[in-house]
């Protein structure tokens, strides 16, 4: 990895907090300082106290990310903007970021790209880039945002929580590794340079969960973290800081696998395609035979060779897609969305 960022929740960081970051080697903290509790903008601190933790921050040699929830109303999107702008300034942030969850999705107010469009002309006095960050896969009221931002953040979460309302309807589409894939794919399309936002898993997963095997903390760390690999990303976001807290057995599994990620001197975050593996284990989980190569024989050995691209241009035929030569970013997306067809 080049870098590796917490999500501070929305509060600002209290002395545990730093020594987490420090201890686990994080390299960038987002600050979320305007709470998603209603359209009204305000922000939670004032501008002295998130001064003084930026600064708190800046002690650990790490960069730091300024976060807002975001609404598509005119007023709030002005008020924000502004604020934003001078927030950034005031403080160095490495980058603003907006939080478009469900409030964005709605859609009372204005459209999507109305919105957007807005976003563009009242964050344009930003001393810094701005991102956006949203949920696992890029929603179609998200993507006209994503385009007048500077880089995106797709949360790809592949959580079991026990008793949880909806944990029964979690599918393969949402396993550790597959979901990374695909998240990466879909926020790829806007673009923009990319970071992969994983979470962790709260529980050990019963073997008879919707017939899917036994997964635990470790297993889900581990397999998000090749997901991650094979995908291309080079800079990964944990949610959150909070979990990370506690005496916990999954999140001291956490805890450690996060300390044990090497991070890379030099940072090129291109959300362009750069991992053939990750093409490569996609044909086979689709059942396309790429030989015996690679360390588990399947196939999958981050070398493009003549079986993997006579198998691609077989995928391309059978989808009736236009494409030729060496894999792209556009064979990705189809490869994921025939997985996620063939999960369903």
């Not at 929305?10 to 960038?28: C, H, N, R, S, Y």
């Not at 923009?192 to 997963?205: D, F, H, I, Q, T």
């Not at 999954?250 to 890379?264: G, H, L, M, N, W």
């Not at 991992?275 to 030989?291: E, T």
């Amino acid at each position: 990895m080049k870098k590796k960022w917490i999500f501070a929740d929305w509060k600002l960081p209290v002395q545990k907090d730093l020594d987490l970051i420090e201890a686990l080697g994080f390299t960038d903290v987002v600050l979320g300082v305007v709470l998603p509790k209603t359209n009204k903008f305000k922000p939670s601190y004032s501008t002295a106290k998130i001064v003084a933790a930026v600064d708190d921050l800046r002690q650990l040699g790490v960069r730091v990310h300024i976060m807002a929830w975001i609404y598509r109303q005119k007023t709030y999107i002005r008020q924000c903007g502004d604020w934003m702008c001078r927030i950034c300034r005031e403080t160095g942030a490495e980058s603003g970021m907006l939080d478009a969850e469900k409030d964005w999705h709605k859609g009372w107010g204005i459209s999507a790209p109305e919105a957007a469009k807005l976003v563009k002309q009242v964050f344009a006095e930003m001393p810094c880039p701005l991102g956006v960050t949203g949920l696992s896969n890029l929603h179609q009221t998200v993507k006209p945002l994503l385009e007048v931002c500077d880089y995106g953040l797709g949360q790809a979460y592949s959580i079991w929580k026990p008793n949880s309302p909806d944990h029964w309807s979690h599918s393969r589409s949402t396993e550790p590794l597959t979901q990374q894939l695909t998240s990466w794919a879909s926020w790829s399309e806007g673009g923009k340079p990319l970071v992969m936002g994983l979470s962790n898993y709260w529980a050990k997963r019963p073997a008879r969960f919707g017939n899917l095997p036994l997964m635990d903390a470790r297993q889900s760390l581990l397999k998000s973290l090749e997901g991650t690999r094979q995908a291309g990303a080079d800079e990964v976001a944990y949610w959150s800081l909070k979990w990370l807290h506690g005496e916990g057995a999954s999140r001291k599994i956490a805890r450690q696998i996060t300390a044990d990620i090497p991070i890379e001197d030099a940072t090129t975050n291109d959300p362009q395609l750069n991992q053939p593996s990750a093409v490569q284990w996609l044909l086979v989980q689709l059942g396309y035979n790429l030989g015996n190569y690679g360390p588990n024989k399947d196939g999958i050995d981050g070398s493009f060779g003549q079986k993997s691209q006579a198998a691609l241009q077989k995928f391309r035929t059978e989808q009736k897609l236009d494409l030729t030569g060496e894999y792209t970013l556009e064979d990705l997306t189809e490869l994921v969305n025939a997985l996620r067809k063939k999960s369903s």
